[in-house]
């Protein structure tokens, strides 16, 4: 460890590939996605050329993803399906509609991530012992974010969901942990950021003053396997469960 911390007292996880993991072929849940949003727009009456359409919210999508890896601000699926849907004639679309074909959409993807093994246990185990949990998650849709949360029975155990949808901001940005640690009233040294990701949860956290602990189970990913040499998590551990003992020790030892 590096820095001066204090004890541990406030634990924040990443949701993908941390508490949850995907389960599904993405090559083919990808495509559905799309599909049942197309159906969903349709029925509520929207006139549409369905391979211009499919075409431009693939192009538009990717750009986006893009961008906000560039500047940390989140702008949601749903302002980029408004904007689209300008610009192909309808101006107007109730924020009703959209949503609802956005949940159609993602409710494709959402029957494919499933809860890790040791999720539960160690949100239980971490709540007995008297840690305030929390989630930073960056997404682009809140509403995805809290139906993945109530499906994997997480919300119980968390007593702070910021989401990048939510509050404009992404990780790795230092303003998102803050608005993080003022949830739960913590200061940076109290607290841990748990998560999969280098850049977003290692580097993010530690920008912001924050412990972190990288969980390598499910890190094989182009962006990690390039900053595996240049940036040091506090700790590195295979699974969930081996986060309670860990605390444990960085609490007795003096900081």
Not at 29 to 56: I, K, M, T
Not at 128 to 134: D, F, S
Request: some cysteine; overall charge neutral.
């Amino acid at each position: 460890m590096t820095g001066v911390f204090g004890p541990i007292r406030a634990v924040f996880f990443d949701l993908g590939n941390t508490l949850i993991h995907f389960t599904g072929p993405w090559a083919e849940v990808q495509p559905a996605s799309n599909r049942a949003l197309v159906a969903a727009l349709l029925e509520s009456g929207l006139r549409l050329d369905l391979p211009v359409f499919q075409a431009e919210f693939s192009r538009r999508m990717e750009a986006y993803f893009a961008r906000r890896e560039d500047d940390c601000l989140e702008y949601t699926t749903e302002s980029v399906l408004r904007r689209l849907l300008a610009d192909l004639g309808h101006p107007v679309v109730p924020a009703a509609v959209l949503q609802a074909a956005l949940a159609r959409m993602y409710a494709i993807s959402q029957a494919h991530w499933q809860p890790e093994q040791d999720a539960l246990p160690t949100l239980r185990k971490l709540a007995g012992a008297g840690y305030r949990i929390g989630l930073i998650s960056n997404a682009s849709d809140a509403a995805d974010v809290h139906a993945l949360i109530d499906k994997a029975q997480l919300r119980p155990w968390l007593e702070a969901i910021v989401i990048s949808a939510e509050v404009g901001l992404r990780k790795p940005s230092p303003r998102i942990y803050k608005i993080a640690l003022n949830a739960l009233n913590m200061l940076p040294a109290q607290t841990v950021m748990v998560g999969d990701t280098l850049s977003a949860d290692v580097a993010g956290a530690r920008a912001a003053g924050l412990r972190a602990v990288w969980i390598a189970r499910r890190v094989g990913t182009p962006e990690n396997r390039a900053l595996a040499d240049q940036l040091q998590p506090d700790a590195i551990l295979e699974r969930l469960d081996e986060l309670p003992p860990l605390l444990e020790r960085w609490n007795a030892t003096p900081a």
